[in-house]
């Protein structure tokens, strides 16, 4: 139990998939988790494709996000700021970031499909667990002017 709870520890830093209720990476496939959940080799293999249908779409989403994000900046640090430019490039980001969030959520959905009340029930109880456990996010310091 305590392997399980560091195993889920160090996922939980990884990726946006826990905010929609899953551990990030391929969680499936380490033993702590496996044998926490009790999950069968056919569980497995069907992680591993919902997993594998879904990698390259998410990785160019993310891509699409990071590069609406560089545009955004990009508006905003122009000397002179154009309101209407800016809004079209944070819409933009919007709208990317909400493509990513609806592939995640799909693939959260898929990958639930998988698990047995039973199982699910136990791995969210476990993550709730550690993500109260977590310390509070500490302000960096800032130097004064």
């Given at each position: 139990m305590k392997r399980f709870a560091l195993a889920l520890i160090a996922l939980l830093f990884a990726s946006s998939m826990l905010a929609q209720g899953m551990p990030p990476g391929k969680w499936w496939r380490k033993a702590e988790v496996s044998n926490f959940l009790g999950l069968t080799t056919e569980q497995q293999n069907k992680l591993e494709n919902i997993w594998l249908g879904a990698s390259s779409e998410l990785i160019d989403l993310r891509s699409d996000v990071e590069k609406q994000n560089i545009a955004l900046r990009i508006e905003l640090d122009r000397?002179?700021?154009d309101r209407r430019a800016v809004q079209a490039a944070a819409a933009r980001l919007n709208a990317a970031r909400g493509r990513l969030f609806e592939r995640e959520l799909g693939m959260l959905v898929d990958?639930?499909?998988?698990?047995?009340?039973?199982?699910?029930?136990?791995?969210?109880?476990?993550?709730?667990?550690?993500?109260?456990?977590?310390?509070?996010?500490?302000?960096?310091?800032?130097?004064?002017p």
């Open positions: 000397p002179q700021l990958m639930r499909g998988v698990l047995s009340d039973a199982q699910w029930s136990r791995m969210r109880a476990q993550l709730d667990r550690l993500g109260n456990d977590r310390p509070m996010p500490q302000r960096p310091n800032r130097r004064k």
